[in-house]
């Protein structure tokens, strides 16, 4: 059974930090490319990072380059984002993806960035 399980989220002032982590179960972790998404209330679930398998290469959404850190531990099938200098706007459902062929999803981790 395919599992992703995500954690790290919650209330966080402006200026915080905040990491998320999701762990895989149920599939070649080290086969995937894993991605973090975010939907904010009313608007589209976008792209926010995402690292690739083997080579590591890594990809973040420009509102959160020099802020957000994506990274992987195949050994423990987990993947990380680190997210500094929080903004009210990065407040959102923050989802971890897991594709290679197929998609999977994990059920969504709130992040509310408030004062």
């Known amino acids: 059974q395919v599992q992703l399980v995500e954690s790290g989220g919650g209330l966080v002032r402006p200026g915080g930090s905040l990491r998320l982590s999701c762990v895989a179960s149920?599939?070649?972790?080290?086969?995937?490319?894993m991605s973090w998404y975010r939907q904010a209330p009313g608007k589209e679930r976008e792209l926010v990072a995402s690292?690739?398998?083997?080579?590591?290469?890594?990809n973040i959404i420009d509102a959160g380059k020099g802020r957000f850190t994506i990274s992987r531990n195949n050994p423990k099938n987990t993947v990380y984002l680190q997210m500094n200098s929080l903004k009210p706007e990065d407040t959102a459902v923050y989802y971890c993806?897991?594709?290679?062929?197929?998609?999977?999803w994990g059920q969504g981790n709130p992040v509310t960035v408030s004062s």
């Open positions: 149920g599939f070649d972790f080290n086969r995937y490319r």
């Open positions: 690292i690739m398998s083997a080579e590591r290469s890594t």
């Open positions: 993806n897991a594709q290679y062929g197929l998609d999977f």
